[in-house]
């Protein structure tokens, strides 16, 4: 039987979109629930208000641990900050669904699974980094939001995917999605530290980002800012590269295969 709190958490994932107050009191052994609920783009004050939620039981992290396998780690999180999260995993998703014939979530299971979400980027908190499942978030990422998440757990599906070809940390020394990818482009045999290997010039020159883009930065940022650009911003993928309809080609196909197993 449902309990109080199981309803709000309920609501809060089947309502997308909405913003959730809740509070909780204990008294005589009985629980009490209050909890309010409003659209954040109708009334500002709700931030303000979600930041008195016991973050203990927080049903919003409830919600993407449930729905997700995601833990979202910590008692800081803003509601836009859980809100990207969120959307993140709707819109991944919903986009493998439409590939797989519905088996988005097996999917995310099998590649997503288990993804922790910390505070706490690199270098004094400047750059969001992943290590094997979990991602540390730079200070300012929900400026970008739910792209941002997109990027970083592609870097969880390189690890995962590297795990099943025995080679742990994919996004250091190979092994995984992300090599596969470049080389299913043209890009011959990838090498070096996969976060830190720099543009790799042996793709054909219509697969590849201008050169200010963050995705030049390596092979594992190449991967992951194609599956970012993919899902939110098609358009721009198309404008900064000429070939992205083989970008997103193969991803699809990989996504195919590892969906159908």
Not at 48 to 58: C, F, K, P, S
Not at 87 to 100: C, E, F, K, N, P
Not at 170 to 179: E, M, Q, R, V, Y
Not at 217 to 241: G, I, N, Q, R, W
Request: aromatic share 12%; net charge negative; charged share 20%.
């Amino acid at each position: 039987m449902l309990d109080n709190r199981d309803l709000l958490v309920a609501r809060a994932c089947d309502t997308p979109g909405l913003a959730i107050h809740a509070g909780w009191g204990w008294q005589a052994g009985q629980a009490s629930v209050y909890f309010e609920m409003k659209k954040a783009s109708a009334d500002p004050t709700v931030h303000a208000a979600y930041e008195e939620v016991d973050r203990e039981i927080n049903p919003m992290t409830d919600c993407i641990e449930s729905e997700f396998g995601w833990i979202v780690k910590g008692n800081d999180w803003s509601l836009p900050e859980l809100q990207a999260i969120q959307t993140a995993g709707s819109q991944i998703r919903s986009y493998v669904d439409t590939l797989t014939n519905g088996r988005g979530q097996h999917w995310m299971g099998r590649y997503l699974a288990g993804a922790t979400f910390r505070h706490g980027g690199l270098f004094g908190g400047g750059y969001s980094f992943v290590s094997g499942r979990t991602i540390h978030l730079t200070t300012n990422w929900v400026d970008e939001g739910s792209p941002h998440i997109a990027h970083e757990l592609a870097h969880v599906w390189d690890n995962r995917s590297g795990l099943e070809r025995h080679r742990p940390e994919a996004i250091w020394f190979g092994g995984g999605a992300a090599d596969i990818f470049q080389e299913a482009l043209g890009g011959g045999k990838v090498s070096g530290l996969r976060w830190m290997n720099g543009r790799n010039h042996k793709l054909p020159s219509d697969h590849q980002y201008p050169k200010e883009e963050y995705a030049n930065h390596s092979t594992a940022d190449y991967f992951a800012d194609t599956f970012k650009y993919m899902l939110f911003y098609p358009d721009l993928l198309k404008k900064e590269v000429p070939g992205s309809a083989n970008l997103i080609r193969h991803m699809q196909i990989l996504i195919g295969i590892q969906a159908s197993r």
